[in-house]
Nanobody, 125 residues
Framework: QAHLVESGGGLAQPGGSLRLSCAIS????????IGWFRQAPGKEREGVSC??????AYVDSVKGRFTISRVNAKNAVFLQMNSLKVEDTAVYFC????????????????????WGQGTQVTVSS
C-alpha cells in the first residue's frame, strides 16, 4: 500500500529558500519516476518537476531555481526551492508513478497514481 508524506513547507520571503521532503513507503524508488506538483488558490494543479532513474525534468517557470533529488535507499525525494517568488505560493504535492518508468522530459499528471496530502508553501514579504 503506497503512502507518500510531504513535509518542509512553510513561510518564506521572496528570494528565500525552502526544502521539501517526500517520504515514500509501500513501493521502491530505484526505477520509478517521482514528481512534484503544486496548486495555487483558484488555479489548476501543475507539474513542477520529475525525477527518474536517469535524469530530471522541470517546468520552465522553476528552471534554475528548483532542484529535485532522491535517496533511493531512504525512499525519499526532495525539492530544493531557491530564489522563491510570490507566484510560487501553493500547496505542493509529491506523487509516484504506478510502474517503473521515465519522466520523458516532462511532468505529466495523468501518469502518476500515488499522491501525498500536500504541504503549504507561502512566499510573502
Amino acid at each position: 500500500q503506497a503512502h507518500l508524506v510531504e513535509s518542509g513547507g512553510g513561510l518564506a520571503q521572496p528570494g528565500g529558500s525552502l526544502r521539501l521532503s517526500c517520504a515514500i513507503s509501500g513501493l521502491t524508488l530505484d526505477y520509478r519516476a517521482i514528481g512534484w506538483f503544486r496548486q495555487a488558490p483558484g488555479k489548476e494543479r501543475e507539474g513542477v518537476s520529475c525525477i527518474d532513474s536517469s535524469g530530471t525534468a522541470y517546468v520552465d517557470s522553476v528552471k534554475g531555481r528548483f532542484t529535485i533529488s532522491r535517496v533511493n535507499a531512504k525512499n525519499a525525494v526532495f525539492l530544493q526551492m531557491n530564489s522563491l517568488k510570490v507566484e510560487d505560493t501553493a500547496v505542493y504535492f509529491c506523487a509516484a508513478m504506478r510502474t517503473n518508468t521515465y519522466c520523458r522530459g516532462r511532468v505529466e499528471q495523468e501518469r502518476y497514481s500515488y499522491w501525498g496530502q500536500g504541504t503549504q508553501v507561502t512566499v510573502s514579504s
